[in-house]
C-alpha cells in the first residue's frame, strides 16, 4: 500500500512564498508521474504542475513563471515552490503519483490528503 503526505501548507502573505513537500511511503517499485494539483473555494480541482520519471514538466498558464515542482527520485519526493503568492492560490493543494508497488503489474493513481495554503494579507 503506498500512502502520499503533503506538508508545509499555511498562511502567507501575498508576494510570499511557501514551499509544499509530498513524500511517498509503502512498497514502491517505481513512480511514473507526479502531480499537484490544487481546489479552490467553488471550483474544480485543477492541475498545477507535473513531473514525469523522465524529467519533463507542466505547469498551468496561471503559475508559469512563480511556481517550480521538483522531485527527488532516490527519496520518492515531490515539492511545489510557490514565489509571488497571490490571493487566487488560495487552496487546498494535493500531491498525486502515479504508482507501482512490487506486488502490481500496473501503475495505478495515488493522492494525498492536501494541505491548505491560504493567501491573504
Known amino acids: 500500500q503506498v500512502q502520499l503526505v503533503e506538508s508545509g501548507g499555511g498562511l502567507v502573505q501575498p508576494g510570499g512564498s511557501v514551499r509544499l513537500s509530498c513524500a511517498a511511503s509503502g512498497s514502491i517499485f517505481s513512480i511514473n508521474v507526479m502531480s499537484w494539483y490544487r481546489q479552490a473555494p467553488g471550483k474544480q480541482r485543477e492541475l498545477v504542475a507535473r513531473?514525469?520519471?523522465?524529467?519533463?514538466?507542466n505547469y498551468a498558464d496561471s503559475v508559469k513563471g512563480r511556481f517550480t515542482i521538483s522531485r527527488d527520485y532516490a527519496k520518492n519526493t515531490v515539492d511545489l515552490q510557490m514565489n509571488s503568492l497571490k490571493p487566487e492560490d488560495t487552496a487546498v493543494y494535493y500531491c498525486?503519483?502515479?504508482?507501482?508497488?512490487?506486488?502490481?503489474?500496473?501503475?495505478?493513481?495515488?493522492w494525498g490528503q492536501g494541505t491548505l495554503v491560504t493567501v491573504s494579507s
Open positions: 498525486n503519483a502515479d504508482v507501482r508497488s512490487r506486488w502490481d503489474s500496473e501503475y495505478y493513481e495515488v
Open positions: 513531473m514525469t520519471s523522465g524529467r519533463s514538466t
